[in-house]
């Protein structure tokens, strides 16, 4: 049993109402509950968090690795295309994490295709709407289990 980390940036409390033609119509918290459903299935524990502070994000971090949190899902909203931050949090900790968007970030504006992120996560999800966040859980299972 390992615990993984559900880490989710800026907006992301809005989803439901936020953009639902982009983001889809499912909640945060049916998103949360889901993935915490997925863990368990797979013999893990899911903890989840949101916070629309940077700060926050980096010290929800720090604390996951002081708690010996073995894996990240993590949706960095808006921080993907801005925060050096955040990406320095995660390669300071060498927490592995997989790279979640609602959205396909690739097919929309230019200035959301590059992350931040993707060159130093274990993989990136992104276009699948809500089901992303399960298959990244499901993903995390798989990684946990080789051990690599
Ligand atoms: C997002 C894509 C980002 O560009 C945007 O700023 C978000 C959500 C997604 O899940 O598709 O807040 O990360």
Redesign the pocket.
Known sequence: MARVLLLNG???NLLGSREPAV?GTDTLASIEARAAAVARETGHELQAFQSNAEHELIERVHRAKAEQTAFVVL????C??TSIALRDALLGTALPFIEV???N?QAREEF?RRSYFSDVAVGVISGLGAYGYEAALRAAALHLARGT
């Open positions: 800026p907006n992301l983001y949706n960095p909203g808006a993907t295309h968007h609602l959205s970030t959301r």
